[in-house]
């Protein structure tokens, strides 16, 4: 079975300690920048897991409440477990001018009762002199409901995990979110560690994110300056039957590991969550007993070790509670031998903070990539001694026996699609520029040994920053403020909307008549439009080349690193490396090269080696009894690109002609052109 364990994507970091060392007021580096954006009203935080955003609010709302007339701060979390992020620091210890108090009694996070009685303890808070409230979402949202948007004039809200919001009408945060702007008379600070959901509606409409100013702190910058954490390996595990009779293949009992076993209602379920625990428990070893202080099971492998399990699915409150408090004491964080495997359902995502872990294991895929990329957060913390850390994700193999072989198809799809989303967080970022005559080089990048060449398209690098240079031919620059933000800060969600499309991936992957710019051009150009429908044309089609530049450089940059093992070496370069190797096989990077590229084909290649043959064509049938004709739309945009090339070529496209993106060209207008007769004829 070992040789159908296939990581997705290996990335190797510096370990330049940067992102973790502070500077004179105790700031690591993401709450520096995000303390130079203080006085901002509307302020967008993006950055992964553990890099210290709880910290960083707390810098600027106390220097908002000090110094700039704001009076209270009311932070909103998803759950309450999050509140303890936000308890008493004393910040002028470590240099900066105030301590972080809160009265006890405004954490409503740890206050008993419902939702109902919190309501009247914000409301309580608003009339007193007292500065910083903790509360839950809900808690928020109902407060507004009953009170109106008026009472948080001059006040700030804090939104953690903003990705919980969105501009769908149910969403109620959403909506009073906008509220709030529409207003403007509150200041508001939103913090997430993944910008995109797994629904793929946007978190903010357009004209509403414009009012925020953006503080962009990437996987990549935070990874790189970690001080001991240098590989980070995403990967899915197929398997057939029970998944407990496959987990040793993929779980190693000498690695600290969460486990999150799949929801009673999903495929990969065996229909009962207490004895899937018990399997798993099985398969490590035998059972010693309880530790009587933590609650934790004693587990004794064939090797003689004891394995100390905390067990976060037993539903019993007793049981659950006691385990929950014991992961929450100061020995957690400072012990690494205090516990060795975590396993749990709903729990231990979001704001869970176990420093130790190097495996997060998760059974079934999830629908949301959101919750995927708070999972690998929990991997992703720095700590001594923990050089390397992973991800993977175990999934049923399609059986092509199975009645439901279509949903199996579905949930294969999303979990690739997650994959490919990850490869582009974890990727630095990426800057494009047009290759012109009258270009110079930028004195922030390096551009290898032979330095800049005026006559080549370069690639510069910015280690410190893990920002990357590259001069592409033919690239449409963004004109607007909007397009130029979404260039510099959103690719990551475009290309999130892109991998999410069904229609796409599946096309991408599993019909071999799909020409590549049908994705790059006309299914990426119709998810631009929908998306950002305020941008013109021009600006819709920088965004496009952009985002497709970014997810087929990483995908051509894993082609070359998948095929040259010994790149990996190479430590944080081996990417940018990935990427030099295969551009010198072209003689310019140019856009049109780009968009010729299948954005899935290495997806492809590394399914083909995962999967079994029979599962392979399961999936190819389902995906081909589900193939549109051509639509009017398609046929549209088809048309809009053959008048593109009739003005480069001076010719239509022609139906005959060799190349299959100029045929497939010719279809969309012999298509459009047979509409307009049978019209014409009645």
């Known amino acids: 079975m070992e040789n159908k364990k296939i990581p997705s994507v290996t990335v190797n970091y510096k370990s330049t300690g940067s992102s973790t060392k502070a500077n004179e007021f105790g700031m690591r580096a993401m709450q520096e920048r995000a303390y130079e954006k203080r006085g901002e009203q509307y302020l967008l935080i993006k950055s992964p897991p553990a890099s210290g955003k709880s910290r960083a609010l707390m810098f600027i709302a106390l220097d908002k409440l000090n110094n700039q007339g704001i009076k209270q701060a009311i932070i909103a979390v998803p759950e309450k477990s999050i509140g303890s992020s936000f308890a008493n620091e004393p910040l002028t210890k470590f240099g900066f001018n105030y301590d972080w108090y809160m ?10 009762g419902e939702d109902g009685s919190k309501v009247n303890s914000v409301k309580s808070f608003l009339n007193t002199a007292d500065k910083i409230l903790v509360c839950t979402h809900s808690t928020f949202r109902f407060a507004v409901e009953r009170f109106g948007i008026e009472v948080f004039d001059n006040r700030l809200i804090a939104i953690d995990e903003f990705h919980h919001v969105s501009t769908e009408e149910d ?41 925020f100013q953006t503080v962009t702190y990437t996987y990549y910058e935070q990874l790189n300056g970690y001080e001991y954490l240098k590989t980070l390996n995403l990967g899915y595990f197929f398997y057939s039957g029970s998944y407990v009779e496959d987990i040793l293949n993929v779980l190693d009992p000498n690695e600290k590991t969460i486990i999150h076993i799949p929801n009673v209602n999903s495929r990969e379920s065996m229909g009962d969550k207490i004895k899937e625990v018990n399997h798993i428990m099985d398969e490590l070893g035998n059972w010693q007993g309880i530790d009587p202080d933590t609650g934790f099971h004693l587990i004794k492998t064939s090797a003689g070790k004891i394995l100390r399990i905390a067990d976060l699915v037993d539903d019993d409150p007793a049981k659950r509670n006691k385990v929950s408090s014991a992961l929450k004491q100061p020995e957690a964080k400072s012990n690494r031998e205090y516990v060795d495997i975590i396993i749990a359902l709903g729990m231990a995502k979001e704001g869970f903070d176990w420093i130790w872990c190097e495996h997060a294991l998760t059974v079934g895929y999830r629908s949301s990539l959101t919750e995927i990329v708070q999972i690998i957060g929990r991997a992703t913390r720095d700590a001594p001694g ?43 970022r990426f800057n494009f520029v047009p290759k012109r005559p009258q270009n110079e080089p930028d004195p922030n990048y390096y551009y290898g040994e032979d330095g800049y060449d005026p006559d080549k398209c370069n690639i510069g690098v910015n280690e410190e920053t893990g920002q990357y240079q590259i001069e592409i031919k033919g690239l449409t620059v963004p004109k607007s403020e909007d397009a130029k933000r979404i260039c510099k800060e959103d690719l990551n969600e475009v290309i999130a909307a892109f991998a999410q499309d069904k229609h796409t991936i599946s096309r991408g992957l599993f019909d071999e008549e799909t020409v590549p710019q049908e994705l790059t051009q006309i299914r990426m150009g119709k998810i631009i439009k929908d998306k950002y429908p305020e941008l013109d044309e021009e600006d819709q089609e920088a965004v496009r080349q952009h985002a497709i530049a970014a997810l087929n450089l990483t995908q051509k940059a894993k082609e070359v690193l998948n095929s040259n093992p010994e790149l990996e070496s190479r430590g944080s370069t081996a990417l940018i490396e990935g990427v030099r190797r295969f551009t010198m096989d072209v003689r310019d990077l140019d856009v049109d090269w780009i968009d010729s590229i299948n954005p899935f084909s290495e997806a492809y290649s590394i399914l083909s080696k995962a999967m079994t043959e029979q599962s392979l064509k399961a999936m190819a049938e389902v995906i081909a009894a589900r193939k549109p004709n051509l639509s009017l739309d398609e046929a549209r945009e088809l048309a809009k690109r053959a008048l593109k090339f009739k003005k480069e070529r001076g010719r239509l496209p022609d139906i005959k002609s060799a190349d299959p993106w100029e045929q497939r060209m010719a279809q969309g207008v012999a298509y459009l052109a047979r509409l307009k007769s049978e019209e014409a004829n009645g």
């Not at 207003?183 to 009012?211: C, Q, W």
């Not at 059986?399 to 439901?404: F, K, L, M, V």
Request: proline share 6%; charged share 25%; hydrophobic share 40%.
């Open 171 to 211: 969403n109620v945060l959403g909506s009073q979110l906008k509220q709030l702007v529409g207003r403007d008379k509150a200041h508001i600070i939103a913090m997430t560690g993944s910008y995109f959901r797994g629904d793929a509606n946007p978190v903010l409409m357009p004209e509403d994110e414009a009012k």
């Open 103 to 112: 009265e006890p009694k405004w954490n409503l996070c740890n206050s008993p």
């Open 386 to 428: 923990k050089t390397h850390s992973r991800f993977t994700n175990l999934i049923a193999e399609p059986d092509a026996s199975e009645e439901a072989v279509a949903d199996a198809v579905n949930d294969t799809l999303k979990a690739i699609s997650a994959s490919l989303l990850m490869e582009q967080v974890l990727a630095p």
